[in-house]
């Protein structure tokens, strides 16, 4: 399978679907940006500004495991809960279909 | 006073490389960084890491491209100021006039701001009327501890720096609270057991699965409310409320100075890299334009037009030939 949906939630609360490419190797957080989400990626992917922080809040349990830099990073956002993850550090793949993500980044980075 | 012809702004391989580029037009440089160290984000966050990307370099070491660097700079004598962060830009008759956070002034014809991902600050929790208490009760960081003595203080956050100084301050402090939202505590193990004990001991007061929700005050910070894991409100009384959740890259005092900005970014003309200021220029990762790569590849490239046309702006009347170094070799100064 090529092709999978994601739905995302913007910070207006809207939910659209969007189609990602799974043989591309690429993040979710640059799905997000390719299809103009206002995620910033400060650090371009390195796990380091959390500009690109998701709330998964459908799917949260077949994704791959944060790794600890993705967790020291979270551990510091005053906004993180249980499903809080960098999209920098979620490459696409199979598992991710169907899955329901809002943007979480601190309103200070949007 | 520092003078010189360029000062770059980032030590990083960006402002490394356009030593060289403007070491050929003549230019001497200085190089200012925010970090004590050479090498901006590579040798700070991924030293041993490899990159694939550098032309000509299957595989370099961040460190070792960061090394190279340095040595491929040397025929151009470039002067530092590390550990110090640049706060104002001034306009002067025949330049800029820049001053670091410790006093430094450098006096130079242009500006390259070449800083990465910017300067690391406080992250600010979300909660209205914050920005209000910010220092009246509100503190991001610990300058003096002795601030807090006798007082009743209120950290939040889960990380290095509020366990350290939640054990800290428990010693001189009246009282104090540690908010944290989660059960455990991913900073050093030490000392989260030390906060445990305290918390046993009675000397903190430890509010687990607990978030911040408000603060309030008379013009100064006096109380601040705190949502448990079972959604109930309590109010409790401070002096001093100290958000620790970490840092987060942000321009800095560089967003005061009249650029441009989109984003978080400096907006450049690709044609070589000059900001809507004549004579400052923005390159690397801390620039954007239209098909913007962040890229160490990409900021070499815009640090070469960079160098041709800071030539042009400090000499307007003198004529450029652009030579090749296979050619002409390199004139060291």
Redesign the interface.
Known sequence: MADIKIRVQDYTGEIKEIEAPTDMNLSLMELLKANEY?V?A???G?A????CHVKVEEGFEKLSESGDNE???I??????EYNSRLACQLRLNDAMDGMLVRLAA????L | MIQTDICIIGAGPVGLFSVFEAGLLKLRCHLVDALPQVGG?LSE??PKKPIYDIPGFPTVKAQELVDNLMEQIKPFNPTFTLGERLDTMEKTATGFQLKTSDGTEIDCKVVVIAGG??CFEP????IVDIAKFEGKGVHYMVKDPETFRDKNVIL????DSALDWTIELSKIAKKITLIH??ETF?GAPDSAEKVFDLAKEGKINLLLKS??TSVSGNGKLNAVKVQGADKSELELEADYLI?L?????KLGPIAEWGLSID??AIEVNTTDYSTNIPGVYAIG?INTYPGKL?LILCGFHEGALMAQSAFKHIYPDKHLSFKYTTVNGIESF
């Open positions: 206002p910033l400060t650090c371009g390195m380091l500004c959390a500009t967790l020291d990073m551990d510091t956002l005053p906004n993180a601190d309103e200070n980075d | 984000q966050i991924y991902l910017g992250r600010k929790p979300p939040a956050g889960g990380g939202r989660n991913r978030n911040l958000p959740f970490g840092l987060s890259p984003k978080n990762d962040k």
